[in-house]
Nanobody, 120 residues
Framework: QVQLVESGGGLVQAGGSLRLSCAASGSTFSINAMGWYRQAPGKQRELVARISSSRRTNYADSVKGRFTISRDNAKIIVYLQMNSLKPEDTAVYYC??????????????WGQGTQVTVSS
């Protein structure tokens, strides 16, 4: 199993910045890609950014140019630097770790989520 612990969420004004962190523990040898998803009230969970073990990245169109994902492979930590935040970025952000260990949703392991609220 893999455990993920997120930190760094909070309340920020529009145009501000936040940095999310997610530290992995447990069977971290099984992790390949890591990423961040978010879920706003009444909406489905969506991929925000993903980074492979070789640091290839991909982003949702809505955050390109504003958010940057990075990872520390030695410490097994993934970061999400969020700049120029908008009210529509308000959501619970979840860290995800893709693993060859089977999980019920086949999407890997999840953190508990951290709230990001952007005020206008």
């Amino acid at each position: 199993q893999v455990q993920l612990v997120e930190s760094g969420g909070g309340l920020v004004q529009a145009g501000g910045s936040l940095r999310l962190s997610c530290a992995a523990s447990g069977s971290t040898f099984s992790i390949n890609a890591m990423g961040w998803y978010r879920q706003a009230p009444g909406k489905q969970r969506e991929l925000v950014a993903r980074i492979s073990s070789s640091r290839r990245t991909n982003y949702a169109d809505s955050v390109k140019g504003r958010f940057t994902i990075s990872r520390d492979n030695a410490k097994i930590i993934v970061y999400l630097q969020m700049n120029s935040l908008k009210p529509e970025d308000t959501a619970v952000y979840y860290c995800n770790a893709e693993s060859y260990i089977a999980t019920p949703d086949n999407l890997g392991f999840w953190g508990q989520g951290t709230q990001v609220t952007v005020s206008s």
